[in-house]
């Protein structure tokens, strides 16, 4: 049996200080799902990608999007190429650890894995 997800990386996440996750951070439990978006208008960091938490709006089918900050710049390089090249959904992310006793830099950790193509069963 193979699993569903296979690992891709694994990161702290970067800029939490100039981030919105002070507003969602009652939300943010290990397992929560995270979005990755490619930041390309980022002036900083020419390969930005930026993790967001979308908040779902009571009542609508609509959620309110929050920047809980970046990949590392060290080490966001490869998947800035793939979301750019328009493979945004096949990546799977959550909150993997949160410590809110660290320092701003090292206080949310992510996984995140590449989802395995489903294959149709080919009947012998």
Same mark, same amino acid.
């Given at each position: 049996m193979k699993a569903k997800?296979?690992?891709?990386?694994?990161?702290?996440?970067?800029?939490? #200080?100039?981030?919105?996750?002070? =507003?969602?951070?009652?939300?943010?439990?290990?397992? *929560?799902?995270?979005r990755l978006a490619r930041d390309m208008d980022n002036k900083y960091d020419p390969?930005?990608?930026?993790i967001m938490f979308d908040m779902p709006i009571k009542g609508t089918d609509k959620v309110e999007p929050y920047l809980l900050g970046?990949?590392? #710049?060290?080490?966001?390089?490869? =998947?800035?190429?793939?979301?750019?090249?328009?493979? *945004?959904?096949?990546f799977n992310c959550i909150?993997?650890?949160?410590d809110e006793d660290a320092d701003f830099e090292h206080q949310i950790l992510i996984t995140i894995r590449v989802n395995r193509k489903e294959q149709e069963k080919k009947d012998k």
């Open positions: 997800n296979l690992f891709f990386q694994e990161c702290r996440v970067a800029g939490r #200080r100039y981030s919105d996750a002070d =507003l969602v951070w009652d939300k943010l439990k290990v397992g *929560t799902p995270l390969n930005a990608v930026a970046y990949i590392p #710049r060290a080490e966001n390089y490869e =998947l800035a190429m793939i979301l750019e090249s328009g493979w *945004t959904e096949i909150v993997s650890r949160i």
